[in-house]
């Protein structure tokens, strides 16, 4: 008797063939299976149903699991992760986050591109996360410890001075500053811009000989503005306490010319103003600027009397005697704590104005000469004047052609003034005095 074989399918078998398969004894069975080629069994055993349909759910069922071994429930995502999804996408379009629970909120600042609009973010997000992925997508380098530890400043500062650095007078629309504004007041405490690029001047026009006697031929009409004037931004920074400024050009190449590096009276003027109304600032720097005597005056004039600055910096230019007078003056007219005078052109004039300054002052602690010419003259007023002050720290005499008198005196005045911790005269004329 020939057995028939049925090759394995996805159909299920009948109630009448599984009542016929129920009667059939063991030994049918094992008769049947050793007639069987030996193949790998397709199909999972059938799982016994009580109900009429169970062979079209059983079939339903084995179809779903060969087509996707993985299928799972855990695959659908919650619906708390799908509207996170939504406001994300949207973000920019319809900001939603202040109405999240916190953890909510997290998730979405995690998934937040660096690169949505600052009018969207800026008065919206003030998660440290979030403005740490934007500095280090646009800065390779960060210092944030510079920035008061935030990001979030630091961000909106060096994006300012970006937009400072690269502003061309009359090119640049002004607006491109000013709306930056109503976004970064709150955050901006520190400006350090080392380039103010002039305007762009063109070539004259050539000449004709049919040109008017009356005018000046080779006269060229002065620019109305040579830098950025910083009035209206300083004025729109509540909170600004430091302003460091250089103005030159970075990187000219072969288009060096020494007006790029010229801090013109229209500068000095709108600046000077510009320090005047701002009584937040406590540190004000313009070095290497070419500021000279008359320049110098007019910015020192505007910080008398005034009521926050603690640090003045004027390294680096061409101020003298006049200038150093000047700065005298306002030792006694300010809550001045530092002055840094290094690398100008003050000789001994200038020194015996700051010392007679520095004799009655009670706010003074860092005194920066170094890099000027104040000879021995100078050197030995200052001395004099360490006798009766009471609060100077710090004392950088170093390059000043000062000799073994100056150094002298100064060592007698240690033994009596107790207040001054540090003091530099490094790269002067001082030797082994002979016996």
Request: overall charge neutral.
């Amino acid at each position: 008797m020939q057995e028939t074989v049925t090759p394995p399918s996805l159909s299920v078998p009948s109630r009448s063939s599984t009542s016929t398969q129920d009667r059939s004894s063991t030994a049918g069975q094992a008769s049947s299976t050793a007639q069987q080629p030996s193949k790998p069994t397709v199909n999972p055993t059938p799982v016994k149903s009580k109900g009429p349909n169970s062979g079209a759910n059983v079939r339903r069922m084995r179809r779903i699991i060969a087509e996707d071994a993985e299928w799972s429930l855990a695959i659908v995502p919650l619906l708390r992760e799908l509207c996170i999804q939504h406001i994300v996408k949207n973000f920019q379009n319809n900001p939603i986050l202040k109405q999240l629970l916190p953890e909510h909120q997290q998730k979405v600042l995690n998934h937040l591109s660096p690169d949505l609009p600052l009018a969207v973010t800026a008065n919206l997000i003030n998660d440290e996360s979030y403005w740490r992925r934007c500095c280090m997508q646009r800065w390779p380098v960060c210092y944030v410890a510079k920035h008061g530890g935030s990001w979030k400043r630091m961000f909106f500062e060096r994006h300012l001075e970006n937009l400072l650095k690269h502003f061309i007078p009359n090119t640049t629309d002004p607006a491109v500053i000013l709306d930056l504004l109503p976004l970064c007041r709150k955050y901006v405490r520190r400006i350090q811009v080392d380039q103010f690029l002039p305007p762009v001047q063109l070539p004259p026009p050539p000449w004709s000989g049919e040109q008017s006697d009356s005018g000046s031929e080779g006269e060229m009409e002065e620019p109305a503005m040579d830098h950025y004037q910083l009035g209206d931004l300083v004025a729109g920074l509540s909170h600004l306490e430091e302003l460091d400024l250089v103005y030159g050009v970075k990187d000219c190449g072969m288009n060096f010319e020494w007006n790029l590096f010229l801090f013109t009276y229209r500068d000095c003027h709108s600046l000077a103003a510009t320090i005047k109304a701002c009584h937040t600032l406590k540190i004000f720097r313009l070095t290497r600027s070419k500021v000279d005597d008359d320049k110098a005056r007019i910015l020192i004039h505007s910080l008398l009397d005034h009521p926050t600055l603690e640090e003045l910096d004027l390294s680096h230019n061409l101020i003298g005697d006049r200038g150093g007078r000047a700065a005298a003056k306002l030792l006694s007219h300010s809550r001045l704590r530092v002055l840094n005078l290094a690398n100008n052109q003050v000789r001994a004039a200038g020194a015996q104005s700051l010392a007679h300054a520095l004799a009655h002052n009670t706010n003074l602690l860092s005194l920066n000469l170094r890099l000027n010419c104040i000879e021995d003259e100078g050197g030995q007023a200052l001395a004099h004047a360490l006798q009766t002050n009471k609060c100077l720290t710090t004392l950088h005499l170093g390059g000043n052609e000062l000799s073994e008198p100056t150094a002298t005196l100064l060592s007698q005045v240690l033994s009596i003034n107790t207040t001054l911790t540090s003091i530099n005269l490094s790269c002067n004329h001082i030797g082994q005095m002979e016996n």
